[in-house]
């Protein structure tokens, strides 16, 4: 009986854990490889308007700043799917906040709601996103340059969606508590 109780706390123990993650762009990364990163995210779905001149996030105003701040947005708006923070090895995923100042980043995708507009987008090979602004700028002057995710389609639209952990979590303890009372 103590052994189960114990097991119990241990569980909820950890049902408490904060288990958030952020995804920024990589330190060691030319100005011009960020520049693209930021492009494409900011092209494919990221809300980049926090990091326009008038925004919460635009200082710090270097294109390592705003390109971690699209990357997490995109990353958040992908449900957190770890290739959804790859851009072709320009960003990683970070278990710290990245957070600065006034610019807070989104730790879920509920919290990027700030519509992009004016950047056409298509769906090709079954979700993934393809720029397809004309070559006169994008919304911080590219345009589709190949830097997105790993190429793994991330499209969950298809009725599937991965439960938060906190659900598992929640689940497995309902499991465990039921077990216990069978077996008692």
Do not use: E
């Amino acid at each position: 009986m103590a052994a189960g109780l114990v097991f119990m706390v241990l569980l909820l123990a950890m049902a408490g854990h904060s288990s958030a993650t952020w995804c920024i762009c990589r330190d060691g990364q030319s100005d011009a490889t960020l520049q693209k990163t930021l492009d494409y995210a900011c092209g494919a779905g990221a809300d980049c308007n926090p990091t326009h001149q008038s925004g919460p996030c635009y200082n710090p105003n270097t294109v390592r700043a705003h390109c971690s701040y699209a990357v997490n947005s995109y990353f958040q708006k992908n449900r957190q799917v770890a290739t959804a923070c790859d851009f072709s090895g320009t960003a990683t995923v970070v278990t710290s906040d990245p957070s600065v100042g006034g610019c807070a980043y989104p730790a879920t995708a509920s919290t990027t709601t700030t519509p992009v507009s004016g950047m056409p987008t298509t769906t090709v090979n079954g979700g993934s996103p393809l720029v397809t602004t004309p070559s006169s700028g994008g919304v911080l002057g590219g345009s589709n340059n190949g830097l997105g995710p790993s190429g793994i389609n991330t499209d969950i639209s298809h009725g599937w969606a991965p439960l938060p952990m906190n659900i598992l979590v929640a689940f497995s303890f309902v499991v465990v508590a039921f077990s216990a009372l069978v077996l008692w």
